[in-house]
């Protein structure tokens, strides 16, 4: 069965930094594609980040909103996806998902994953 359990959320002022992990079983982390999700109140569920590996080669993409400022990693060993959030803004508020998908190629920021965590909650004070 898989699962993902994030966590690391929690309230921060504007220009602080947050530390995202998301803990994965179920599957073979190596082989899956990796995504880090969020929505606000009232919005679509929207990419922010998200990483795939190709033999040794890892690759990643950011969504035009958060790129120069988070950074999206994994932890083979202990098969966890991180998101590291620096200088968070008031629009970086929101629940955050990490969601996994199996396959090849570049990783999607579109929300077509087949497996989702439950989401922790960040919210950003100016």
């Known amino acids: 069965q898989v699962e993902l359990a994030e966590s690391g959320g929690g309230s921060v002022q504007t220009g602080g930094s947050l530390k995202l992990s998301c803990v994965t079983s179920?599957?073979?982390?190596?082989?899956?594609?990796m995504g880090w999700f969020r929505q606000a109140p009232g919005k679509e569920r929207e990419g922010v980040a998200c990483?795939?590996?190709?033999?040794?080669?890892?690759?990643?993409q950011y969504s035009d909103a958060v790129k120069g400022r988070f950074t999206v990693s994994r932890d083979r060993d202990m098969n966890t996806l991180y998101l590291e959030m620096n200088d968070v803004k008031p629009e970086d508020t929101g629940t955050y998902y990490c969601?996994?998908?199996?396959?090849?190629?570049?990783?999607?920021?579109?929300?077509?994953?087949?497996?989702w965590g439950r989401g922790t909650q960040v919210t950003v004070s100016s």
């Open positions: 990483i795939s590996q190709h033999g040794w080669t890892t690759e990643t």
């Open positions: 969601a996994a998908r199996g396959g090849g190629g570049a990783c999607p920021l579109t929300p077509i994953y087949n497996y």
């Open positions: 179920g599957f073979t982390f190596s082989a899956v594609l």
